[in-house]
């Protein structure tokens, strides 16, 4: 089964809040990237919106053919912004303001109350709902027993290991999340810090059918135009990876 890619464009719109213009558009990324071959676009809508703003998310929801997956914390202003506009996905993450990025998963344990309403009022506006999670089996049985539709294991401590460390222990941790998440019968994603470097023993997880890339690619995309970052990512995930 091919590995799909779904491509975060959230780096486009960062360059474009640096100088708080309109230049460059993320809008015209993700169509861009969507003849590349992306099979998804996902942006992050953070509570302090330092890339991603709600105008980009409506239009993303307009013009896209390929599903459109929102990222954001599980918050009542996160959700008057994005129910609204209708993704055909909303992943949960955890977020925190000071943070340069994503720092782990969320803790779907500590926070299953407060996950379920959300999750129910995302259902009841027909949105399919991702738990962003650490491959750890507990956070996979109560993201099942919440009704999600996927989860989207967090490849972060993966993606950090130390060049000539060895990361077979972390691989072994996301392939066994992986088959039980499948078993229990959530759709198996996969993102954060993957590369052309690093995404092939992601990719090659059976159970995996999504992988969520941005950085990379749009770090890349300085180099080479985001047609051909695109295309190397897409026969990346399905070749193995470099
Ligand atoms: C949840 C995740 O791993 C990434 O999507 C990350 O949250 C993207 O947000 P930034 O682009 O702000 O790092
Ligand atoms: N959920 C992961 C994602 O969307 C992209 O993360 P990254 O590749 O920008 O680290």
Redesign the pocket.
Known sequence: MAVRLGV?I??VATIRQARAGREPEPVAAALLAQSAGAHGI?V?L?ADR??IQERDVRILREVLAVPLNV?CAATAEAMEAVIPIKPAWV?L?PETREEL??QGGLDALFLHAHLRSIIRELHASEIRVSL?IDPVQEQVKMAAKLEAEAVEF?T?IYADITPGADPAPELARLREASRLAAKLGLKVLA??GLSLQNVGPVAAIPEVEEL?I??AIIGRAILVGLDRAVREMVEAVNEGGL
Do not use: A, K, L, S
Request: avoid cysteine.
């Open positions: 975060n959230d780096h996902t992050h953070r330092r890339h990222e992943t993450v990025t994503t962003f967090n972060g993102g954060h969520n941005g950085h």
